[in-house]
């Protein structure tokens, strides 16, 4: 089975979960910009958290599959298209072979996920499939995927669920509030005032952003111990204020080690926000201390799980005789789709 | 040593032993690091050594940012340091050609012949500090001070896995191609990254590392052998 990418955008790559446990060898997890948002478009098809998907950045794209698929679109609002039908996104749809599938523009989001029942079988590389574009690594080739490219896909679960978000469901309970951080590990670096600076002003998204950093406007952030140390760790969501003292926060694929002095990291459940806000946006930031941050990790770590643990069976409709047919043919399937014959 | 403690978010804790590069901070962050390999502690996910500092990646739902710096507090105080057996290698290196292409200015600028700034070279012992930057990228330290040079105003844009470099008072084995603003003395025939290979990397953090010339008809012939699967990039036997 595979599906082939007909034409995309100029950011469409495989992603699963991400690497761990090699940063000691210098490989960052790389993995989704939106970890909830992938993890919930595998779940409304069936698959479990590990299975690799697409992540696409502003444009999804059209694709075709040589088999019938299920296929769930999650990350932002776009028009999502099946031949000439449309359909709404954080739902599990089925689309025959032959048929398009046409995924828009993401409004008010960044990055989307295209989910595939049973995930896109690449192999793995270092214990995972996700692409590191920056050293091309895993993925397909270590590359983006452009058209033509013909991704192989795993075989879908034996019992093909077809699941749907009620609008009600959000992988975060802050939506719309501050992006929290907790100060270090160099704030040591920066006065008081400059560090004040980072909660009572504003700052915008910029243009500079890519799945290794985001590069933000706002007041300038001199380090009055300088904007050079010798190099530690990074991880994701860490704020690196570069000699030029505009900030940068790091992403999916940053660097293991940086020699820029880190004056605040964004919490956890905070950094898939930052991702997908749209280039321009403005906001605050605000400061929490490290074991409210781990509070919140844990409290969103359960929200996300209850949520995917209560998604809804899409509703049943009028049997179809295809579906009463294939109760003949095939155990098993429970995908409403296939009873009602709608898709 | 007393390290102090930085969270970096809240899934990582940052141990820091100096602000500097130092050799005794650089064995404390590799033991502590160790000490979590020898008793790994559930919760902990990843331990990243640097120059100066142990990185520690954690699963809050597991394990709480302040239990963890208790543990290590604890830990400290029995840390053996003493003679830690490093592995030792001793990497081939085809000096100057078209990848060494700074060897011939940068003796000159040293005032010695290429023959003197190669034996310079290749008879330091060079400590592993740490891996980052890139996938299997080793910073060495212990670079001979005749050698400190600083890094090109401009950086180049394609430099070849292997090649050997040199950039302020620390020197690299290079894993993978790309920009650079080093200074390249030589090629090595080993690769630091290979995915393909049962162990992708080839060094770690603590190792200790010399150069030995070869010509560049052996390091070609060594390029070879390692192509064909000849797993011949190896330490020295360990006592």
């Known amino acids: 089975m595979t599906l082939e990418v007909i034409s995309t955008g100029p950011m469409l790559s495989i992603q699963d979960q991400g690497r761990s446990g090699l940063r000691h060898f210098g490989v960052s997890a790389a993995g989704p910009m939106d970890a909830p948002s992938l993890a919930l478009a595998n779940a409304l098809c069936g698959n479990s958290t590990t299975a690799a998907g697409l992540e696409f950045a502003g444009v999804g794209g059209r694709f075709r599959a040589d088999h019938p698929i299920h296929f769930a679109v999650t990350g932002g609002d776009c028009e999502i298209k099946v031949g000439d039908r449309l359909r709404p996104t954080r739902e599990c749809h089925r689309l025959e ?114 799945r290794m950093a985001t590069v933000l406007e706002g007041p300038p952030l001199p380090a009055e111990r300088g904007h ?45 926000r930052l991702a997908q806000m749209v280039t321009g946006t403005q906001f605050r930031f605000a400061v929490v201390d490290r074991d409210a941050a781990e509070e919140i990790a844990i409290e969103e770590a359960a929200r996300l799980d209850r949520m995917l643990r209560n998604l809804a069976v899409k509703a049943d409709r009028v049997l179809s005789s295809d579906y009463l047919l294939s109760c003949d043919l095939i155990g098993g399937f429970s995908c409403p789709e296939q009873i009602t014959g709608d898709d | 040593m007393k390290p102090t403690f930085h969270p970096l978010g809240d899934r990582a804790l940052v141990v820091e032993f100096s602000e500097e590069v130092d050799v005794a901070a650089n064995d404390h962050v590799i033991a502590l ?85 190669i034996e310079l070279h290749s008879s330091a012992e060079y400590r592993v500090f740490m891996i980052g930057f890139a996938p299997g990228f080793a910073y060495l330290g212990g670079v001979p001070k ?70 560049i008809e052996e390091a070609r012939e060594i390029a070879k052998r390692i192509a064909a699967g000849e797993d011949i990039a190896r330490p020295d036997d360990t006592p």
Not at chain 1, 161 to 188: F, K
Not at chain 2, 37 to 50: D, H, I, K, N, R
């Open chain 2, 33 to 117: 690091g160790a000490s979590f390999q020898a008793t790994p502690v559930s919760g902990v996910t990843e331990v990243v050594p640097t120059y100066r500092s142990l990185q520690i990646l954690y699963d809050p739902i597991q394990l709480r940012g302040a239990a963890l710096e208790a543990e290590i507090r604890s830990r400290l105080t029995s840390i053996e340091l003493t003679e830690r057996p490093a592995r030792r290698w001793r990497v081939p290196v085809a000096y100057g050609g078209e990848i060494g292409l700074d060897l011939e200015e940068l003796a000159e600028m040293k005032g010695m012949t290429t023959a003197e700034l």
């Open chain 1, 228 to 272: 050079d140390i010798v190099s530690d760790g990074t991880i994701a969501g860490a704020i690196q204020v570069p000699g030029s003292g505009q900030p940068m926060v790091l992403m999916a694929e940053a660097q293991t080690t940086g020699g820029y002095p880190k004056i605040a990291t964004v919490i956890s459940s905070d950094l898939p």
């Open chain 1, 97 to 210: 072979p032959g048929e398009d599938l046409q995924i828009g523009f993401l409004r008010g989001a960044t990055w989307g996920y295209l989910a595939i029942a049973g995930g896109i079988d690449v192999p793995e590389v270092l214990n995972a499939r996700a692409t590191h574009l920056r050293f091309g690594l895993g993925g397909h080739e270590g590359r983006v995927l452009k058209a033509g490219d013909r991704l192989p896909l795993g075989p879908p679960p034996e019992e093909q669920t077809c699941l749907r978000a009620l609008p009600s469901m959000s992988g975060s309970s802050h939506r719309d509030g501050p992006i929290r951080i907790v100060l270090g590990p160099q704030d040591g670096y920066f006065s008081d005032y400059v560090k004040a600076r980072l909660t009572e002003e504003a700052f915008t998204i910029t243009p500079k952003r890519d």
């Open chain 2, 146 to 215: 005749a050698l400190h040079t600083p890094r090109l105003p401009q950086p180049r844009q394609a430099i070849p896995a292997g090649a050997i470099g040199l950039g302020g008072q620390q020197a690299s084995i290079n894993s993978v191609p790309g920009p650079s603003g080093w200074r390249f003395l030589g090629w090595t025939p080993w690769r630091a990254f290979d995915p393909n290979r049962p162990r992708p990397f080839l060094f770690e953090a603590g190792d200790r590392v010399k150069f030995m010339p070869v010509s």
